[in-house]
DNA sequence: TTGAAAGCGCTAACAG
DNA sequence: CTGTTAGCGCTTTCAA
């Protein structure tokens, strides 16, 4: 916890601690000031001064067991070392396996250039409180928001003021820092049309209300369009990130009897809930029901039949965006600030090049 | 960033802020001491003021868009409101599915009482740095560590030294906070041995040095020997978390020809890479080979054929073990500082208890 | 009930 | 090249 106890102790729980060392005590065991011993352990660069004086600060820092105070730290330097992460609803951690993995290189990139991370889950498709507290409380000096909403004023005000942040989506800002996906909606409907599929179903992994989720949608008709197979409302259903969303959403579709050879599922965890609902309902993959994916999460490809997906770089995608955050930080040019990563269909056999359905 | 500029804006990048309000200003528009703002805004009991009072404050507070600097307010209450959670690897993430569940319902919990929450993962198996700069630069006012290791020296110092803990896992220290589950070895074992199953060969799900997955191991050779079945090193491969080591375990199994009728993997998302593998030997599951995972992962209900397991539960361990820690770092006593979460067997088509598998 | 004042531990001008 | 010193913005004791 941390009260201050009478003697200027710390409290944790019920137990007293000593005092922790300050930098004041390592500068007097090493015989020179306050100042020495700050520009010797944040290694100031424009400074020389002499090893020896510099390594007696060294040892009576490691002697005391010194670790500078980071709130005072932060308080003085006005940096604060950290950058915030911004997660729409803990809930999508839960059931979407893309997630854990760009955060997953977001820790790794953003700890090897030494930058703490802080986690923030907001409720709804919107939270101002989240912003505020962080930002307007000096918590972060960045940061990066995972599916943003284009109609979230707070974050559109912090990108006008030109706080650092960097987006995995995009708000339609002109000055607006993004690191997304190439969308792959072309080659998986080509693929699927060149097989020979006319009805071709689809099941969102989000709600309409989110952009990345309804674009996918919009893509989906636009190319059926173009080859001028029927659009319908029918053959779409509402999926909600989890596995078994896909699978009630498949169902759904057969209660309704619909026709249709293929489904274009807007995730691999939908996919693959939705691959459990035909198996349910004795409908072969592909033979009588071809199935796409998007994602490529690792498990696809030891599903049965293995899904044909689409590969998105989640790694990459989070090791970019922890980079580009880091240099707008440190105030580097940004070179690329809106960068578009490659997608790759990947052909399984639950979706292979062998057989049109009977349909 | 929050350079500090010559005029005492803030520079964000390239771009120069004003000043940010203090205290001191949201006291002067409301015509009071800033005590009083730190009173109000702090909601302090003890003290009473006038409601007029109060309600000036507060919408000087709001005009100004006032919000307290959290360093500042860190440094002078020596109150960080803030949990560090500690991974061993952020590979984890990526690919096992039962921790980013865990994660989730510890950031609901956390932001739920008010807690700021920083993820810090370690690499290797201790690492001692992590701890350092934490802890000891006052960072955080408890921790969270997920599987942590027996011989990690500085955490058992930590926990000698009362700073509030709470291990998802445990490293026998007496003093110790855990949230567990319950191990449930057992029932599998039984349940597996009760089917006629005499060769059950076992996946890890982790190298050896993992305290859980090496328990998890002595449990299957425990039960073995009490059935009086064989226990042999060659019905056991070691499995590195993700879908792809157990597809390579099982091959390796396979390859092998060692001969099993049963399967029990160290958790869910290995089994599903083993059944992937056992598909492609052509292998009929659970006909010829019974499979039994570990977690009841959202997906394991709709692999093919589903997935028999061990329900764990993520969300409440996660909640319990925030829960735990938060009345830990405000004083409040602990009923129970080591709790074990049932675990129950889910029996699902893999290993139903339909029919003795040939071999 | 409210206000004055003393730090919290560190950084970074500035002076020597 | 090193030390002196003045804050950073807030909390909290103590006195009025």
Redesign the pocket.
Known sequence: MG??SPD?GIIWGTQVKP??P???Q??ELA?????????V??N?DG????SS?RQRVLDAAKELG????AA??K?????TQTIGLLLHGAFQLEIDAYIPQVLSSLFTVSQKHGFQVIVETVTGLRQTRAYRDLVRGKQIDGLVVFYPNEDDEELIDLIDEGFPAVLLGSVGHPNEHYVVQRSSIRPVMQHLIGLGHERIAHITFAPEELSTSSRRLASYRRYLQEANLEVSDELVRFGEYSAESGYYAMNSLLRDKVKFSALFAGNDTIALGAMAALHEAGLSIPEEVAVVGYDDIPNARFSTPPLTTVRTPPLEQGRLAGEMLIDLITGKSIPEPKIRLDTKLIIRNSCGGKRVPSS
């Open positions: 009260f201050l200027r005092k922790r300050t930098s004041y390592v500068a015989g020179v000031s306050r100042t020495t011993v700050s520009f352990l944040n100031v400074i020389n001064l002499p004086t010194y670790v500078p105070d005072a730290r308080l003085a330097s006005g940096r």
